[in-house]
């Protein structure tokens, strides 16, 4: 019932010219910060009688329980209840600071696998594994040897430029460092790209605000 409610309500709001109400989203930290974050920056002044909140968050927010309208997440999504609309893939890498490459890794930027376990790394949990993609198209997942773990993927790239590991971070970050980080390689190897998805309840006919935020986004990423 209060889905019900809800969908009754957005359409009420809605407007093909101009939407209206309150929009609420969520996405990940560093994707929303970089990307989400600067598009809706622009859509909210283009639709000034819209309410819009944005959640910058890693975890993965229950919308129909929060009463989430629309959520930016790294993919797969295997959720029933969710429709899940992929945008864009954002390629990937790992990196570590000069000094890391000078003393850990003997001066090398290049990789074998069979080095990947024992050099020190920043992970975002205890047990997070790098997923590394074979010439052939398959993934295989590699656990290194944390050295320092954070949840918030910016302080990860902090660390890592001060020496603390190897990090796994979006390419495009890790060339924002500038000479703070190098681009290692992996011999026979890729770091797997994430798949970025926009996602909405099912259960809820999609509203235009939610269209809107979503076309918005991919024209303006």
């Known amino acids: 019932m209060p889905d019900e409610l809800g969908s009754v309500l957005d359409r009420a709001a809605d407007r093909e010219d101009e939407p209206a109400g309150r929009l609420r989203v969520t996405a990940p930290v560093m994707t929303g910060a970089q990307r989400i974050a600067p598009a809706l920056f622009s859509f909210s002044a283009r639709h000034p009688r819209l309410s819009l909140e944005l959640t910058l968050t890693n975890a993965v927010v229950p919308l129909v ?11 797969p999504v295997q959720d029933a209840d969710l429709v899940a609309r992929r945008l864009w893939s ?3 890498a790992l990196a570590a600071s ?43 997942e590699v656990r290194p040897r944390a050295q320092f773990c954070v949840n918030d993927p910016r302080v990860a790239i902090a660390a890592a430029a001060q020496g603390l590991g190897v990090v796994c971070a979006p390419r495009e970050v890790i060339e924002q460092q500038g000479k703070a980080l190098v681009e290692l390689t992996i011999t026979g190897r890729t770091v797997e790209p994430r798949e970025l998805f926009a996602v909405y309840p099912s259960r809820r006919l999609l509203s235009t605000r939610v269209r809107l935020a979503i076309d918005w986004v991919m024209k303006h990423r």
Not at 65 to 75: K, Q, S, T, V
Not at 100 to 128: F, I, K, T
């Open 90 to 92: 954002l390629p990937y």
């Open 98 to 140: 000069p000094r890391l490459v000078r003393d850990a890794l003997e001066g090398r930027s290049r990789l074998a696998r069979a080095s990947l376990g024992s050099v020190p790394a920043v992970l975002s949990h205890p047990g997070a594994a790098w997923r590394l993609r074979r010439r052939d198209g398959s993934i295989e």
């Open 65 to 75: 329980e929060e009463g989430i309208d629309l959520a930016f997440r790294a993919g």
